[in-house]
Every structure is written in C-alpha cells, then in structure tokens.
C-alpha cells in the first residue's frame, strides 16, 4: 500500500501560470481532501470530496478547481497562480469522514514568483 | 476569533520533563476531536482521537472538557523523538468530515 501520493513534491510557477497537483489513494477511501498550510500556521481546508463526482468548496476555494472522476484521483488546479498561492499543498483520504483518521499525503512545495 | 486556537509555543523542556498543551474550540457543535503531530516540513499525522471520557496511549494523556470547550494533551516523560509540532484539531459530522486545525504547537525536548 503506497497510501496517499501527492506529484510534483516542488514547483516553482511564474504568476498567471497555470498547474495541477496531482493526488492519488489506494486505500479505497471515498473522503479526499486539499489543504495548504502557510508558514506557521495551521492547515486550511480548500476543496474536498466524499465521493466520485461530488466535490464541495472548503475554507478557502477561491484560485482552485478540482474534480474527482474516480475513487482513487483527486487533482487540484491553479488556473492563473498567484504570490499568494505559495504555500504547501496537502492531500488527504479517509474512510468515512469525521469519525476517521484521516491519511496525509507527503505534500508539494509550490513557490510562485 | 480563530476557531481553533492553541498554546502559541514554542515549549522548551528537557528530556523526562512532563508538558502539557491546551487548545480551545468555538464552534459548540464541533464533535470529534483529535491531535495530530506533525515532523518538520513533513504531512501530519494522527496521534491519538480525544475522547469525552479522556484517554491515554502510553506517555500521552488527552482530555476533553466540553462545557468548557477545552481539549487538553499531556506528555511524561518527554523524550528527543517527542519533538514536533502538536496539532489540535476539531470536526463537524455535517460538513463531510472536514477538519479545522489550530496553528500547532511546537515542542522541542533538549538532551
């Protein structure tokens, strides 16, 4: 079990560049989520889904897209990246929401300047 | 006002020390609980569920005060490997399971 994988672990954008982070699980999980986490602060929610073709905005969707079309992908895309999006991005998956641990992916470093 | 909010850290403490780590949540519909430790520059990972009856995994001791609307960690017997950031995190069962986080409290045991 490879667990939650997250490509590319770093990336460097110029602004109004555009990417997509990719993330994978292969636990099964119906839950999948985006976070990014700011230097010394907490994780902030951005999109989530609970299931294949159902997704929802979280704390700070604005900037993002994402699309779930299967139980194992979840991508995240900055259409036109800002200084402001720099950040690191996190996936996670769980089984059933908030009743269970949910599993973090290692992260990409996204700088953009 | 955050609504998630922990103890600003960083803590300091010796080996063996006992050090405990208070956080506070706002939203009293929140209804899991939970703290996450996180290795410098790597992905969070979960430490222990917080029960309302309180529970303890080895050194680690949680605590849940709900009319209070406190969680509470505390770890004996501190140890290097113990050196981390400690997240504090809260759930809604309405909102997909989503987790907010508070900013993390550092910890840093010395030899």
């Known amino acids: 079990n490879a667990g939650v994988t997250q490509t590319p672990k770093f990336r460097i954008l110029k602004i109004g560049q555009s990417m997509t982070l990719q993330c994978t699980q292969d636990?099964?999980?119906?839950?999948m989520y985006w976070y990014r986490q700011d230097p010394g602060m907490g994780l902030k929610l951005i999109y989530y889904?609970?299931?294949?073709?159902?997704?929802d905005k979280g704390e700070v969707p604005n900037g993002y897209n994402v699309s779930r079309s299967t139980t194992e992908d979840f991508p995240l895309r900055l259409e036109l990246a800002a200084p402001s999006q720099t950040s690191v991005y996190f996936c996670?998956?769980?089984?059933?929401?908030?009743?269970?641990?949910?599993?973090f992916g290692p992260g990409t470093r996204l700088t953009v300047l | 006002r955050k609504e998630v909010e922990q103890d600003p850290g960083p803590f300091n403490v010796p080996e063996g020390a006992t050090v405990a780590f208070n956080c506070t949540y706002s939203n009293s519909a929140s209804q899991s609980f939970f703290w996450y430790r996180q290795d410098c520059r790597k992905e969070p990972k979960l430490l222990m569920s917080?029960?309302?009856s309180g529970n303890e995994d080895g050194r680690f001791t949680a605590q849940l005060n709900r009319a209070s609307q406190y969680i509470s960690l505390l770890i004996r017997d501190s140890k290097l490997s113990d050196s981390a950031t400690y997240l504090c995190v809260v759930t809604h069962y309405n909102q997909g399971g989503k987790l907010i986080f508070g900013q993390g409290t550092e910890l840093s045991v010395k030899p």
């Open positions: 917080v029960y309302s």
């Open positions: 636990m099964n999980h119906n839950y």
């Open positions: 889904s609970v299931g294949a073709g159902i997704t």
């Open positions: 996670a998956s769980s089984s059933s929401g908030a009743y269970n641990e949910q599993f």
